[in-house]
């Protein structure tokens, strides 16, 4: 009994129904309202919204230069250096690293620069040139390197808004977190000496990127097409729609195929081909979209408001864009969340496949086709952090995307 009233006094109370607000809010507070009862989608929103202020602000949250520029050559293939609050020196407030360093063979390599036939014979009897062996490094457990924060390191441009004559480039040169002397590796290195910590979050950001602008080519051409299709109906309908199927049924794979045979013989920037990229994925996924729209187009365009704006003299273009268009606005919107993951994949599946963006870019997919290397499978098994992330980034963006949807269904209470 006792705890039944506990529940019942610090438990979520529900809305009644028959509460004036309920009845005179709009659809965003209706949606809204909807979404915060669904707890798997609030709690993948926090992910979603943190990862995506870490990629975007990514060079303060990173303590390295992810380019070539910030390599550290003395810790290449370097495993994660974690972060302790304790070990066999006791205890401390504050968190700290061990300090790292290559474990140096013992091989006389002057006398096999001289000719010496034993050296040559006992360097490559051993495991010295193995993959596993170049990246062991010795663990000095005894010199500690604190965690400092808000430290001052490389400097980078944290707003650039440098457009048209407009000069506004904000810079800066501080980080949230750093170590004392020389350099912190959470997620370890590559063999270039790359931190994979500061690559992955500034992957991420460009890989949202790229699905935002595919998102918006995709929004033109669906609401292009299935408004001018279901307003005028008739021999543009069956032409535009003969066009969508044409698109809708012809294999992705073969196209994307075509278009990086066709981008590899033009001489493109890395930001070039990046928005080629985007551009085709999303000038490719309209088609579904497209149909959905111009179907719900043929029903309104026969209602009482459509005819009183005809009258009142708003052309075409008026009709479909402030009237038409907006009445499916709440589909529109939570479609186009539901997709964000499958644009996602479609670069990272591109990129991954050598056909999307290539190294020195950060992004998912880049990342994602080095981790099928087998050295790194066997020997640098921290490079799969991407990895983690991008299964993390998907699934929250499923997750925000399903409870959207069911908060849109006005139904969905009933069912």
């Not at 929004?219 to 408004?227: A, I, K, N, P």
């Not at 365009?301 to 008026?318: E, F």
């Not at 409870?403 to 139904?411: C, E, I, S």
Request: charged residues 20%; glycine residues 6%; hydrophobic residues 45%.
């Amino acid at each position: 009994m006792a705890i039944s009233q506990l529940l019942a006094k610090f438990g979520r109370k529900k809305k009644p129904q028959s509460d004036e607000s309920y009845y005179t809010a709009g659809q965003l507070s209706l949606i809204k309202d909807r979404f915060k009862r669904k707890m798997s989608g609030v709690v993948a929103a926090w992910i979603l919204a943190t990862m995506v202020i870490m990629s975007f602000f990514a060079p303060f949250f990173s303590p390295i230069d992810p380019t070539i520029n910030g390599a550290d050559i003395e810790y290449r293939r370097g495993s994660p250096q974690w972060i302790h609050f304790s070990d066999e020196n006791g205890f401390s407030l504050r968190p700290f690293a061990y300090t790292y360093t290559k474990e140096k063979t013992g091989f006389d390599f002057k006398s096999l620069a001289a000719g010496g036939l034993d050296a040559l014979d006992a360097l490559t009897s051993s495991d010295a040139l193995s993959s596993s062996s170049q990246n062991k490094y010795i663990i000095n457990t005894e010199q500690r390197r604190y965690l400092q924060f808000f430290v001052q390191g490389w400097e980078y441009s944290l707003i650039d808004l440098s457009f048209a004559g407009f000069d506004l480039d904000w810079r800066s040169d501080r980080h949230l977190f750093g170590v004392e002397n020389g350099e912190i590796h959470l997620m370890g290195t590559d063999e270039d000496g790359k931190d994979v910590y500061s690559r992955s979050i500034h992957a991420i950001w460009v890989t949202i990127s790229i699905a935002v602008v595919a998102l918006v080519v995709k929004l033109f051409f669906s609401l292009l097409v299935g408004g001018v299709s279901g307003y005028f109906g008739g021999k543009v309908d069956a032409v535009m729609m003969s066009f969508t199927e044409a698109v809708r049924v012809i294999p992705p794979i073969p196209i994307y195929l075509a278009c990086a045979v066709a981008l590899a013989q033009i001489d493109l920037t890395p930001i070039q081909r990046y928005f080629a990229i985007a551009v085709v994925i999303g000038a490719l996924d309209f088609a579904a979209l497209g149909r959905r729209l111009r179907t719900h187009i043929l029903t309104e365009r026969n209602q009482d408001y459509i005819l009183a704006a005809q009258l009142c003299g708003s052309s075409t273009w008026r009709i479909i864009w402030r009237h038409l268009v907006p009445s499916f606005g709440s589909y529109i919107i939570v479609d186009t969340l539901i997709n964000f993951p499958y644009v996602i994949l479609a670069e990272t599946s591109l990129s991954f496949l050598g056909l999307g963006l290539t190294e020195p870019i950060n992004s998912l997919g880049v990342l994602l086709q080095k981790a099928q290397d087998p050295d790194i499978q066997q020997n640098m098994i921290w490079q799969f952090f991407p990895v983690v992330l991008f299964v993390f980034l998907v699934m929250a963006f499923v997750f925000v995307g399903d409870a959207l949807r069911d908060a849109a269904d006005p139904y969905a209470e009933k069912k």
